[in-house]
Every structure is written in structure tokens, then in C-alpha cells.
């Protein structure tokens, strides 16, 4: 709908609130001919010969299209290259409308937006008569028709399954740090991959909504509304290492799953199998075999051949045709030209995805590259691409797709400018521009050069990107339609989005200054500053802009700009006894200060600069020993130090973990300027010894500051605020930490609890499970900083280091905390080093990997249970295997290892009657029956891995003797009489040490796979 012109310039809007979605759209296919034709403007491009090439020459669009259409080359295949916004599928669409429909041509067109594999393959086949054909047609119409998003999910697990048992010693599989899977990785992951995808708890984590399968399945079956950056790929994120319930799955999907989650190696290699298969897999879902798509591609180009024809090929996105862009490939650079009709494709593809396909770089023509440095050329289009915009925004859609006609034969689109009656002043204040494609100026209302080049800078800081540009102006002009007829625009939105450019200077304190004096509130002094620094002149200050613009805004005139004085000084110039000259005032940390005030983020260096200068002025009004406070110790405990002070949108926190009181500049009640004046005061004075002289009530504004900063350190520090608040939270987790690497018991509440839980944390034991080491990792991590909180609030200080602990108050919580292992005390108000959230993180690990231990330690007492029958046959089962040694030794069959003296198997022997089992097996009980999360920490802690590492240890020893005994007796057996009762004794002997190694290896964490 065209938008009725304004009648007089205060709160106008020259544009119809649903031309900005009809218009104003940031995908290049989506938008009607109409409005296309009549925004589009001349692309910015270059040409390389060959993507291997890396010079370029200067390339214009009317170029391209006529080289893509030279009969002189009878075969091209282009890539357009850029990145993700710069205009590829403009470029792809332009070169449709350029194309005159032919006798001689087909022209295939595939948008990016919304299209199916489906859908590509039947705009290829449109209007191809057949039996070929239909039959294809008829396939694929079988294939999709009733094939939802959940039996596709299906299907292509399933696939992927298939293609994986199928892995054969020949596939090159290559993972993303470019190491090629062996014949043995290949074996592995043949007789693993396939079971572990089918498994049901495995097909139920990759197989639900919003998994990496789902998005694969529904780009497929739906088509995508984004950019693709690189090729769709299944990570090592994507697989599923969280399941809870791992326990049901079968012993080899468990084993796998335990190797997955510790091996990194194994996951890269996993993941990297997935992918190779990705495509064929999914292709089987469209009932497609691997050379179908590719025989289909010959046989059109074949039909269009007999009918005279050559076969113009234009994708949008060459990324949506992922599952068929093999085949595709190989068909587009088949060159057989004598069965073959001749083929011209031109097809978009961001950067980072085309340097994947390194198979087709060197078979191109040549390369459309809009990844443009030239920041001139960039600026001069900004401002071009706006206008057309804008001025189809005006229009409407309905009045521009009714130009179609005139537009394709390349008539301009009138300027709606022209007849407005506030024309004159509108242009005048805002600018306006001569537009290819459009006749008359057109103005750039409610935008100006100096804001579309800060909306340019701020979407697109790397280089020209027409996307980013357009979605930046529509928020602007949406922003405008609410707020310009209730003069309040640009809104806070606007002015925290663009007002804080990196780029964009501030005004200058004494400006700064003088808007606080201005009589108006603060949300319109903000406005006011935000018109100043986004419209105005640069470098920007307060003073009246051109008078359209106060006009259409509706803010107040505020004159003329103050002069800068130069600096303050010492004396007079005229002042004998002055030995120093004036120096300038305008220092970096000034200026940083200054643009800080307007919204700008502080550096490192700034920051740092700036803590030092607050904190010392704080520490001079400050008198902590009148608060029984040690501000060297409060220093060393980290609880106050520059470090302390945090300045709203600094560009780094330092280490502030580590911080017990934050002291946030600027406070409540105070402004970024408040802040910005009182600490520029405050170091021109010690820099000159004068307070600034353009800003007259700086030295009292300087004392109000600091004094309003000293009482809120004062309050915090002080042992009556808010500091024990914390110490709650520390003893829960410094208490059930010493629960959990068994210093002390569950229900322990005496002072020798105390030591407990401030000694250190060792590393913990390897023969621990995984998930158990991983928490203890994890306590070990947490504890110095929990305990260093628990001296610094509990703490007796003793000349100015925490000497002693305050051990009744520790004893109070902990009779609170030993009741039972859960979250009980209340987040601290002040949660400066985040301890809450470490407490609750602390508590979940603990009841994952005391249950994961549990159920360790209830699967090994089965095992063994069912081997050797109750724990009073240990000793007979001891007694045993002693005299079997015995016998097979007297028996002369008895077979040790080189590096194994005749006394070692004795002392193999002594260590085994020595394993602690009948011990092993009542811890393991104790854990089975662990009701509560304080017993199941308590027998995970005792429980004895170590024991049980060395017992696999030992019987995997015996167990190999035994093995070689055996065979011998059996080489003994076939060339002489044997000793039968050796040979039974061995064969005995050697089935009962089989089961016991097999029992006890179960409470080992798993290895990595050979």
C-alpha cells in the first residue's frame, strides 16, 4: 500500500507499516518481482580466474552476464562466492530476470528458501516427456508422499547403520584433523557403530526432537530459511554422552558408550564415519542408489540435446542440494558434448563452505567472489542501497509488482519524493540521493549519510553486507513508526544498539555537563545526546543540527557549542614564580573516560588505569581501622582491592572469581557522566594540582561521588553487613566434600570436622570410575576458593592475616549442615564469587556419580556372587588354586613368562591370597544398600579400587600362566603318554581363574580400544 505524504514535517512517516516486511526483506528470494526490480542496485564483485588463483580482477554485473551467456563458451559451471549477506542470491536472482526465454535454452531456477530435494529434482524434470522420466517422477513421488518427519528420523538412523556395518578395509574415512581411519578403527567401529545407533536409548537421544538428525531430516523434507555456512555435519556435541539410562542397553552398546565418552580419538572417529555416510543415507530415504541421481542428470541433459536445447542451471543455494550435490557435481562437469547438451551453471555458496568442496576447484571456469575489501567502495554503496529502499518502502509493494512490466524492460521507478509537500526542508535537513533505477532524488528521511554509516559500521564491521545493513534499517525505521509522532525517537533500543558503536565519538564532558543543566528529564536528555552523536556532525557536541531535523524530532533547540578550553593549568602565564607550563587535558584516559560516558566500552589498560585511580581515592576518605578492618589484609584475602571495582561495560572482568565485595561503577542514583566528571577531576588535579577549570563545580561533584563509593565499601566490609551470608553455602560444600574423599562420616560434627574440611585436596585415585574421578576433580578445583572464603568470613585476624578460625560459629553450621546431604541454606544475597550456583552444580555431580558408583558396585557384587556362590567359599576357593599351582608344577607343565624367575608365581600366589575380596564384597554391599546421597558419598569414598586393580592384576597374570601351562600339556599329550592328572589339573585350574578375572575386571574403568 502506497503511504499518503506528510501534510506538514514534525512525527512524519512517509511509509506504510507493512511495506517494512513487504519491502524491506533480508532474503534475497523472498521478496515480489515488483519490489526486487525496483530496490535492486549494481552488486559489488570481482572475478578470479580460478578459486586457486588468488588475484582478481574488478568485475561489474552487466559483465558476468554477459560472459555466462557468451555462445562463444558453450559450457560453464561458476560458483558465487561470499559470505553469508553480501548479496550471493541477489546476484543469482538478478541474472534470472536477465535471461530471455529461448527455444534454444531451459532454464532451471532452484531459490533458496523453502525448497526440498524434492522439489529440486522436480523443477529439474518440469515439462521433460518420458518413460525415464515418469518412472523417476513416479519413484520419488512414492518415496516422499506420506513420509513424515519422524519415519525420515527413522530411516536415516537406520541408513546410517546400514552404510556403517558395511565399512569395508577400502572406504577412506578421513577425520576433521585429517587423520585417516586405519583397517583396525574401520573393524571396530563396523562391529560397534551400527548396534550403538540402534540401540533404543541411543535412537531415543539422536532420534527427538530438535537433534542433529531432526534439523538434517526437516531441511530436507522442508527446505531452510538460512544461510549455510558450512556443510551440514554431525559434532562430537551431537552425540549422545549423557544418557541415564545406560544400564539397560546391552553389555556391548554399554562397553562402546563407556570408550565413547572417555576417548576423545574414538568420538572424532565416530563422528567422522557419520558423515562420510550422511549423503548416500540419505539418499536411500528417497529410495535413491548411489548412481540413480547421476544417470538422471545425463539422461536430461540427453533429452534436451535431441530437442536442439542447452541447459541454463541457476541455484540459489547450492548448500540445500546437500544429499544429491555429488552426483549433481559430477553431472554438471561431464563434457561430453557429442550426447550431452551444453550446460551453463552459475550456483551460491557462502566461502567457508565452498573450500570444502576441493573435489570441483580446479574443474570451474571461473570464480564470482563478493567478499569486497574496498571500504570506499563499500561506504558509496551504503547510502544507494538505502535510498532504493526506502523509497520502495514509500511505494509499497502492491503499486511496484504493477510496474513489473515497465521494470523488466528497464524503466526507472518515480522518486514518491517528488510530490511531497515538505520536500524541500526534508532533503535539506536529511540529504537525499540520484539512485540508479529510480528518477529524481530521494531522501533519505529519517535516516541521514552519518547514521546509515553507523548502522553500516555496526552490522558489518568486516566489509559491505547488504543483509546486515537492511535488517539494521528496518529495526531503525520500525523504531521510528512507533515513536516518531510521540517524540520519542530513537528510542533507548536504538540508542544502546547504535549509540555505543565502537567507532562513534562522545560528546565531551563539558557538553555532557551542560545537557544535565538543560530542563528537561532524563530520558530526553538521552534522546537528545543519541540525535547529537548519531545524526550530528562529527566530531560530535552539543549544539543546534539543521532545523528540519529538530523539527521532525521534536527536540528542543540547544544553541551554540562551547568552546573547549585547552587544559587546565598552575598559575597564570603571567605568574613569575610558575615553573610549569599548562598541559593539555585532553589525555587518553580523558578521552576514555569521555567515551565511556556515552556508552562506549572501557579497554584493559583503561580499566585498569581507572580502578587505581578510584581505589586510591576512595582509600583516602576511608578509614577502615576505624571498622576493625585491615586493609592489607582485606587486600591479600582479596575482599578489596582495585581489582574490586568494576566499571559498567569494561571490556574485561580481571579476576573477579575471586572478589568478595564489587563495588559497580556507576552506583544507583548515579550517572556514567557523575562517574566520568569525579574521576576526571580527581586526575587533572593530581596531574596539575588544579581542579578543571570548564567544569566549575567539579571538586564538589568529585567529594559527592567518592563519599556515596566510600560508605557502600564501608557497609560491605563491615562484619554487621551483608559478608556472613556467604559462609553458609561454603560449609555445605567444604563439609560433604570431606564426606566424599572419606576424611570424615556423614553425622560428624565435632571440631576435628574443622581440619577436615580446610586440608587439601590430593589428586584423585586413577583406578576410581570415571565419573567418580571426574567429580573429585572437580572438588579438588572448587576447594581452594570455597575455603579461602570460609577464613576470610570466619576468620580471627591477627595482624592483618587470618590467623585463627572462629570455631563456634563454624560449628553452628556445621550441626546444620551434617543432618543431611542436600542444598539447605538460602543463596546469599551478595553471591559476588558465585558460590550458589557452585554448590548446586557440586551437589547434582555428587548424586550422578554416588548413584553411577552405586550401580558399579551393585554389578560387580552380582558378578561375583554368581561365580563363586557366597563369600564363604573365598578361603576353599584360595585353598584351590594353591594346590593346583602345586600339582601342574609337580606335573612339569607348568609354563612362566621370560621375565618371570621360577619364585614369581609363588609370589603371584601370596598376592592373591592376600586380595581383600571377602572386604571388596561387604563394601560393595554397604554401597548396594546406600538408601540417601550421605551413605552413597561415604562407600563411595571407602570403596577399595585400588585392591581391585591390582586383584585384575594379578589374576590376569595367573590367568596367562595358566593359558600357557595348558597348551602345553596338550603338546605333552600328543607326542607322549600325558600325565592326565597335569592336563586336569591345568584345565581345572584354568576355567576357575578365568571366571575370577572376568568377575573382578568389572569394577575397572574401561580402556581404550585397540
Not at 118 to 142: C, N, P, W, Y
Request: glycine content about 6%; proline content about 6%.
Amino acid at each position: 500500500m502506497t503511504a499518503p505524504l506528510p501534510a506538514a514535517l514534525p512525527g512524519a512517516v512517509c511509509w506504510d507499516s507493512r511495506a517494512l516486511d513487504e519491502v524491506i526483506t533480508v532474503v534475497a528470494a523472498h521478496p515480489e518481482e515488483g519490489v526486487f526490480l525496483a530496490t535492486h542496485q549494481p552488486v559489488l564483485l570481482r572475478r578470479r580466474s580460478s578459486y586457486l588463483n588468488p588475484t582478481y580482477t574488478a568485475y561489474s554485473e552487466t559483465a558476468f552476464r554477459d560472459e555466462f551467456l557468451d555462445p562463444r563458451r558453450p559450457s560453464l559451471l561458476v560458483p558465487v562466492i561470499g559470505s553469508s549477506g553480501t548479496g550471493k542470491s541477489h546476484l543469482i536472482r538478478w541474472l534470472e530476470t536477465q535471461i530471455e526465454p529461448s527455444d534454444t535454452r531451459r532454464l532451471v531456477s532452484i531459490p533458496k528458501h523453502r525448497t526440498t530435494l524434492k522439489d529440486v529434482i522436480d523443477l529439474i524434470l518440469r515439462d521433460l516427456e518420458g518413460s525415464e522420466f515418469q518412472t523417476f517422477r513416479a519413484r520419488l513421488q512414492g518415496a516422499t508422499e506420506g513420509l513424515t518427519v519422524e519415519a525420515a528420523r527413522w530411516n536415516l538412523l537406520t541408513n546410517l547403520a546400514f552404510h556403517a556395518q558395511n565399512l569395508n578395509s577400502g572406504d577412506r574415512i578421513t577425520t576433521p584433523s585429517g587423520a585417516v581411519l586405519s583397517a583396525a578403527h574401520l573393524t571396530y567401529l563396523s562391529t560397534h557403530l551400527p548396534s550403538f545407533l540402534l540401540e533404543d536409548i541411543v535412537r531415543k537421544a539422536l532420534d527427538a526432537p530438535g537433534s542433529v538428525v531432526d534439523r538434517f531430516v526437516r531441511e530436507a523434507l522442508q527446505g531452510r530459511t538460512d544461510d549455510k555456512v558450512q556443510a551440514f555435519a554431525i559434532t562430537a556435541a551431537d552425540l549422545p554422552l549423557n544418557l541415564k539410562d545406560v544400564t539397560q542397553a546391552s553389555t556391548k552398546v554399554r562397553q562402546f558408550y563407556q570408550q565413547l565418552v572417555a576417548n576423545p580419538t574414538l568420538r572424532e572417529q565416530a563422528v567422522a564415519t557419520l558423515n562420510h555416510f550422511l549423503a548416500p543415507a540419505l539418499q536411500r530415504v528417497y529410495q535413491l542408489g548411489g548412481e540413480d541421481l547421476l544417470k538422471l542428470m545425463r539422461d536430461v541433459r540427453a533429452a534436451l540435446k535431441s530437442q536442439g536445447r542447452e541447459l541454463i542451471l541457476l541455484i540459489e543455494d547450492f548448500a540445500l542440494l546437500q544429499g544429491i550435490q555429488a552426483p549433481l557435481l559430477e553431472a554438471l562437469i561431464d563434457d561430453n558434448q557429442r550426447d550431452l547438451c551444453s550446460i551453463r551453471a552459475a550456483f551460491a555458496v557462502t566461502s567457508g563452505y565452498f573450500r570444502q568442496m576441493d573435489t570441483v576447484h580446479t574443474r570451474l571456469s571461473f570464480v564470482v567472489d563478493l567478499d569486497i575489501e574496498d571500504s570506499n567502495a563499500a561506504h558509496q554503496a551504503r547510502p544507494h542501497l538505502m535510498a532504493a529502499y526506502l523509497n520502495a518502502a514509500r511505494w509499497g509493494e502492491a503499486e511496484l509488482q504493477a510496474l513489473v512490466p515497465e521494470l523488466r524492460k528497464g524503466q526507472s521507478v518515480a522518486s514518491r519524493c517528488g510530490a511531497c509537500p515538505v520536500r524541500p526542508s526534508c532533503h535539506q535537513s536529511f540529504g537525499a540521493l540520484e539512485v540508479p533505477g529510480t528518477e529524481g532524488p530521494v531522501g533519505l528521511y529519517p535516516l541521514n549519510s552519518r547514521l546509515i554509516d553507523i548502522v553500516g559500521d555496526h552490522e558489518n564491521p568486516e566489509g559491505f553486507n547488504p543483509r546486515g545493513l537492511l535488517r539494521g534499517m528496518r529495526d531503525v525505521l520500525r523504531d521510528a513508526q512507533e515513536r516518531l509522532p510521540d517524540a520519542a525517537f530513537p528510542s533507548p533500543a536504538v540508542q544502546d544498539t547504535y549509540g555505543k558503536a565502537v567507532t562513534l565519538a562522545s560528546l565531551p564532558l563539558v557538553d555532557k555537563a551542560r545537557l544535565e543543566e538543560l530542563q528537561v528529564d532524563a530520558e530526553e536528555a538521552d534522546r537528545i545526546e543519541a540525535v547529537m552523536r548519531l545524526w550530528g556532525p562529527v566530531p560530535p557536541r552539543l549544539q543546534d543540527l539543521p532545523e528540519g531535523l529538530h523539527a521532525a524530532f521534536q527536540i528542543a533547540r540547544v544553541g551554540v557549542a562551547t568552546p573547549l578550553v585547552e587544559g587546565p593549568s598552575i598559575g597564570s602565564l603571567d605568574d613569575p614564580d610558575d615553573k610549569k607550563q599548562k598541559k593539555p587535558a585532553t589525555s587518553p584516559l580523558l578521552q576514555a573516560l569521555q567515551n565511556w560516558a556515552s556508552g562506549r566500552p572501557l579497554t584493559q589498560t583503561h580499566t585498569r588505569e581507572l580502578r587505581r585511580l578510584a581505589y586510591e581515592a576512595i582509600s583516602d576518605f576511608a578509614v577502615f581501622e576505624a571498622e576493625n578492618l585491615h586493609e592489607v589484609a582485606l587486600k591479600d584475602d582479596g575482599v578489596w582491592s582495585a581489582e574490586s571495582i568494576y566499571f559498567e561495560g569494561q571490556t574485561n572482568n580481571f579476576n573477579l572469581g575471586r572478589e568478595a565485595v564489587r563495588l559497580n561503577l556507576p552506583m544507583p542514583g548515579q550517572s556514567s557522566v557523575d562517574v566520568a566528571v569525579a574521576l576526571g577531576a580527581y586526575y587533572t588535579f593530581k596531574e596539575t594540582g588544579r581542579w578543571p577549570s570548564d567544569i566549575p563545580d567539579a571538586a564538589w561533584r568529585f567529594r559527592e561521588a567518592v563519599e556515596l563509593w566510600t560508605q557502600y565499601v564501608r557497609v560491605e566490609l563491615s562484619p554487621t553487613g551483608p559478608r556472613p551470608s556467604v559462609l553458609p553455602v561454603a560449609v555445605e560444600m567444604l563439609y560433604w566434600s570431606a564426606v566424599a574423599l572419606g576424611r570424615i562420616k556423614a553425622g560428624d560434627r565435632d571440631s576435628s570436622v574443622i581440619g577436615a574440611m580446610l586440608q587439601t585436596v590430593p589428586e584423585p585415585p586413577a583406578e576410581a570410575p570415571l565419573e567418580w574421578r571426574r567429580q573429585l576433580d572437580q572438588v579438588r578445583r572448587l576447594h581452594p576458593k570455597v575455603a579461602r572464603q570460609l577464613l576470610v568470613f570466619a576468620g580471627v585476624r591477627k595482624g592483618g592475616a587470618a590467623r585463627l578460625v572462629n570455631a563456634a560459629l563454624l560449628l553452628k553450621r556445621i550441626e546444620s549442615t551434617a543432618k543431611q546431604a542436600a542444598v539447605r541454606a538460602q543463596p546469599p544475597e551478595h553471591d559476588r564469587l558465585g558460590l550458589a550456583e557452585d554448590r548446586n552444580t557440586l551437589f547434582e555431580s555428587w548424586r550422578v556419580s554416588s548413584v553411577s558408583a552405586q550401580l558399579e558396585a551393585t554389578r560387580w557384587q552380582q558378578e561375583v556372587l554368581s561365580v563363586l556362590g557366597s563369600a564363604d567359599q573365598l578361603s576353599e576357593t584360595a585353598m584351590a588354586l594353591n594346590e593346583a599351582f602345586r600339582a601342574a608344577g609337580e606335573a612339569g607343565v607348568l609354563q612362566l613368562p621370560r621375565n618371570m624367575a621360577p619364585e614369581g608365581v609363588a609370589q603371584l600366589l601370596r598376592q592373591f591370597n592376600r586380595l581383600p575380596l571377602l572386604s571388596l564384597l561387604k563394601a560393595a554391599r554397604r554401597a548396594v544398600d546406600a538408601a540417601d546421597l550421605e551413605r552413597r558419598l561415604t562407600t563411595a569414598s571407602s570403596f577399595a579400587w585400588a585392591d581391585a586393580a591390582r586383584s585384575e592384576e594379578v589374576v590376569k597374570q595367573l590367568n596367562q600362566i595358566l593359558d600357557d601351562s595348558l597348551r602345553y600339556a596338550h603338546q605333552r599329550a600328543s607326542v607322549a603318554t600325558p600325565d592326565a592328572s597335569a592336563v586336569q589339573v591345568a584345565q581345572v585350574l584354568l576355567q576357575d581363574l578365568r571366571s575370577v578375572e572376568e568377575t573382578l575386571s568389572g569394577v575397572l574403568t574401561q580402556g581404550e580400544p585397540a
